[in-house]
């Protein structure tokens, strides 16, 4: 009989990401478990591409003391090989399980204990399906330059479209350093309006605008990708654990953050042009040793 795993995905979606690593390492311990996935249709996606047999339970984002006393309902009685509980235990100790394990991960934070070897660190995993196809042009060349722009969270630093479209052209136009290459914009549905100006601004075919993209097509992406600039946080960590080369998160604050990437702060286009530029010629490489789990 498959062992079951049952796991209680949180809330926060940053946390949540960080959390799939949980899984997959205990995945890796027994492929052929059976996963009980607990987490709102925001985080849920994360599961979407998960290789193993999965049962997937999606709550309410604020579901209210009625709806967990029906999830403990369905999980009381039931004896499960692993618990892993992102709401610090608050519902899986009164579970019966062989092994327990109970975090609560900070936004700030981008690892987390390793369940099965707890001297190690484990981070986010990215699941993509072979059947994934990018929303490239199809004459795009396999070694051609691709730049993400992800400028989700526009609250999060003083940059408009006009900023956006001045980088693109700087990096993609004439004699910038990434000439020939190609411009991912996601998420551009809900950012603000002058993210249109990117594509007036560059040559027709040069910029593909992804709107709503799921999780498995922003990861195949950032895979794909060699650079990725903008202020959405999700992807920022996405493109560390994908092994982009180079990552720039764009933040109004001015402040000393630790983060597994470059944190840009202000408004400077040209400055940061000039910066992705010497980034682009000296050709570094991610070195983190868990980055890129499949």
Same mark, same amino acid.
Request: charged share 25%.
């Given at each position: 009989?498959?062992?079951?795993?049952?796991?209680?995905?949180?809330?926060?979606?940053?946390?949540?990401?960080?959390?799939?690593?949980?899984?997959?390492?205990?995945?890796?311990?027994?492929?052929?478990?059976?996963?009980?996935?607990?987490?709102?249709?925001? &985080?849920?996606?994360?599961?979407?591409?998960?290789?193993?047999?999965?049962?997937?339970?999606?709550?309410?984002?604020?579901?209210?003391?009625?709806?967990?006393?029906?999830?403990?309902?369905?999980?009381?009685?039931?004896?499960?090989?692993?618990?892993?509980?992102?709401?610090?235990? +608050?519902?899986?100790?009164?579970?019966?399980?062989?092994?327990?394990?109970?975090?609560?991960?900070?936004?700030?934070?981008?690892?987390?204990?390793?369940?099965?070897?707890?001297? +190690?660190?484990?981070?986010?995993?990215?699941?993509?399906?072979?059947?994934?196809?990018?929303?490239?042009?199809?004459?795009?060349?396999?070694?051609?330059?691709?730049?993400?722009?992800?400028?989700?969270?526009?609250?999060?630093?003083?940059?408009?479209?006009?900023?956006?479209?001045?980088?693109?052209?700087?990096?993609?136009?004439? !004699?910038?350093?990434?000439?020939?290459?190609?411009?991912?914009?996601?998420?551009?549905? +809900?950012?603000?309006?002058?993210?249109?100006?990117?594509?007036?601004?560059?040559?027709?075919?040069?910029?593909?605008?992804?709107?709503?993209?799921?999780?498995?097509?922003?990861?195949?992406?950032?895979?794909?990708? &060699?650079?990725?600039?903008?202020?959405?946080?999700?992807?920022?960590?996405?493109?560390?654990?994908?092994?982009?080369?180079?990552?720039?998160?764009?933040?109004?604050?001015?402040? !000393?953050?630790?983060?597994?990437?470059?944190?840009?702060?202000?408004?400077?286009?040209?400055?940061?042009?000039?910066?992705?530029?010497?980034?682009?010629?000296?050709?570094?490489?991610?070195?983190?040793?868990?980055?890129?789990? +499949?």
């Amino acid at each position: 009989m498959a062992r079951k795993i049952l796991f209680f995905v949180p809330d926060n979606p940053l946390a949540a990401f960080i959390s799939t690593g949980v899984l997959a390492r205990c995945l890796k311990e027994d492929e052929r478990a059976v996963c009980h996935i607990y987490a709102t249709p925001q &985080t849920a996606e994360f599961f979407d591409d998960l290789p193993a047999k999965k049962i997937m339970h999606i709550r309410a984002e604020h579901g209210g003391v009625g709806e967990w006393l029906k999830i403990m309902r369905a999980c009381i009685g039931k004896y499960w090989h692993r618990v892993i509980d992102g709401h610090r235990g +608050r519902f899986a100790r009164f579970l019966w399980a062989r092994h327990r394990y109970y975090f609560f991960l900070p936004e700030h934070l981008y690892s987390l204990t390793d369940p099965v070897r707890p001297a +190690r660190r484990v981070t986010g995993c990215l699941w993509v399906a072979p059947e994934t196809e990018l929303p490239l042009p199809q004459t795009l060349a396999g070694d051609a330059p691709l730049v993400v722009f992800a400028p989700t969270e526009a609250y999060r630093a003083r940059w408009r479209g006009r900023d956006y479209a001045e980088l693109a052209w700087l990096l993609l136009g004439h !004699d910038g350093p990434y000439t020939g290459g190609h411009l991912a914009v996601i998420g551009a549905a +809900r950012a603000h309006q002058g993210m249109q100006d990117i594509a007036a601004n560059l040559p027709a075919g040069q910029v593909s605008l992804i709107e709503d993209a799921s999780m498995g097509v922003r990861a195949s992406l950032l895979r794909r990708a &060699t650079l990725c600039v903008g202020t959405d946080r999700l992807t920022a960590r996405m493109a560390w654990v994908a092994a982009t080369r180079y990552i720039v998160r764009l933040d109004e604050r001015d402040e !000393d953050v630790s983060a597994p990437y470059e944190l840009h702060a202000g408004n400077d286009v040209g400055a940061l042009a000039d910066f992705l530029a010497e980034m682009r010629v000296k050709s570094t490489t991610n070195t983190f040793s868990f980055a890129n789990q +499949r």
